[in-house]
Nanobody, 121 residues
Framework: QVQLVESGGGLVQAGGSLRLSCAAS????????MGWIRQAPEKDRAFVAA????????VYADSVKGRFTISRDYAKNTVYLQMNSLKPEDTAVYYC??????????????WGQGTQVTVSS
């Protein structure tokens, strides 16, 4: 099992920035990919971004390309999501995720507890 703990959500005005962090623990030697998914009110969970743990290569949803950047600290088993030029439609609960399927823009196999991101207009 892999445990994931997020931090860094909050309230920001449109056009602003936030940085999310996620620390992984447990069976981290099994990590293949880590990333982020989100769930907006009354909508299904959706893929946001992911990276291949070994190489750092990245995948993004079209809706966030050019605005969000995913990165990792390999030694700390931590993944980050830098979110710039935020829009009200980015408002959602953001979940850290782990699992191979993230690299296919799917939702992964393990998730954290989620952190709320609210973007006001």
């Amino acid at each position: 099992q892999v445990q994931l703990v997020e931090s860094g959500g909050g309230l920001v005005q449109a056009g602003g920035s936030l940085r999310l962090s996620c620390a992984a623990s447990g069976r981290t030697f099994n990590l293949y990919a880590m990333g982020w998914i989100r769930q907006a009110p009354e909508k299904d969970r959706a893929f946001v971004a992911a990276l291949r743990w070994s190489t750092g290569s990245t995948v993004y949803a079209d809706s966030v390309k050019g605005r969000f950047t995913i990165s990792r600290d390999y030694a700390k088993n931590t993944v980050y999501l830098q979110m710039n030029s935020l829009k009200p439609e980015d408002t959602a609960v953001y979940y850290c995720a782990a699992g191979r399927t993230l690299l296919n823009s799917d939702l992964g196999d393990y998730w954290g507890q989620g952190t709320q991101v609210t973007v006001s207009s």
